[in-house]
């Protein structure tokens, strides 16, 4: 796949958090001269029967009013177009990226106070496991996010520098600092081996011979994060989407309580292999 981006989805239910979700994405639409489609779903509701559709009419009028209220609020001169599905909001989602042959899904996420829950919580959960493109979670902050760096986080596997490549196109745009950083519990020699050589080669692919890996020696791999976080402000959060997911072995049960604090943190996550055979 390219890594270049010339088509953003923004899928919208026009809360706050999905309206902040698109000026970030016009904003960074802007900067890559990529066009948008915003997109919205009606879920019919079914159990009205006899009045349905009466009521998907209106629904669609009030979101396609809605949907040039948004377009006409934003302050860049980009390209967007809408479309509005009928049924459920992650199939049609899914659906939409395949159609339209979408490069990058930005979308907010709900403010439950809890990072696990704002990425693996209602729609968000659904299509992360599934999208076969880069998603970025907008969080529900009190202000738009304002990104100076890029905080990507590796297990050092084979995927990983073309994922590095993706997210440090992305940052040149945000004119933002990329952070490798690797969480490890212990640091042991197969660590130590398996770190020099990815860092001999992320340094060849791109051609930065300063670029090295941050080692985060932490018990609790989420209060790593965290705490690597809380050095780095104004950053989002860069996680590569394994088979067996970093996501699925950070966000355990006995973790999501540790993350109140930065649920205010955006997240890229980026499918493993999407960028691995790219030039």
Do not use: W
């Not at 960074?28 to 066009?35: I, M, S, Y």
């Not at 377009?71 to 809408?82: A, L, P, R, V």
């Not at 020099?196 to 051609?207: A, L, M, P």
């Amino acid at each position: 796949m390219k890594k270049e981006i010339s088509h953003i989805l923004v899928p919208t239910d026009f809360s706050a958090f999905s309206n902040r979700a698109f000026r970030f994405a016009s904003r960074l639409a802007d900067l890559l001269n990529a066009k948008i489609t915003l997109f919205h779903v009606v879920e019919p509701p079914y159990n009205f029967a006899t009045a349905i559709k009466g009521m998907i009419e209106m629904m669609e009028k009030n979101a396609l009013s809605r949907m040039q209220q948004l377009i006409d609020s934003s302050d860049y001169e980009i390209k967007i177009e809408t479309q509005i599905r009928h049924g459920r909001t992650s199939l049609e989602i899914l659906d939409c990226v395949d159609r339209e042959q979408v490069d990058l899904v930005v979308m907010g996420s709900r403010g439950q106070s809890k990072l696990s829950r704002a990425v693996l919580g209602s729609v968000s959960e659904k299509i992360a496991h599934q999208l076969q493109v880069p998603l970025f979670l907008i969080p529900d902050a009190s202000d738009d996010p304002v990104i100076s760096s890029l905080i990507f986080t590796t297990d050092f596997r084979k995927d990983d520098p073309g994922n590095l490549l993706f997210a440090s196109s992305v940052a040149g745009y945000l004119d933002a600092d990329v952070l490798p950083v690797h969480m490890t519990k212990d640091y042991d020699f197969d660590d130590r081996i398996r770190h020099h050589g990815f860092t001999d080669v992320i340094q060849e692919e791109t051609g930065d011979d300063t670029l090295r890996v941050e080692i985060v020696n932490s018990k609790n791999l989420l209060h790593g994060i965290a705490e690597f976080a809380d050095k780095h402000k104004h950053s989002a959060l860069v996680f590569n989407r394994y088979k067996k997911s970093v996501l699925q072995k950070l966000f355990k049960k006995d973790h999501t309580d540790e993350m109140v604090v930065y649920s205010d943190i955006p997240l890229l996550i980026i499918p493993s292999g999407l960028f691995s055979d790219s030039p």
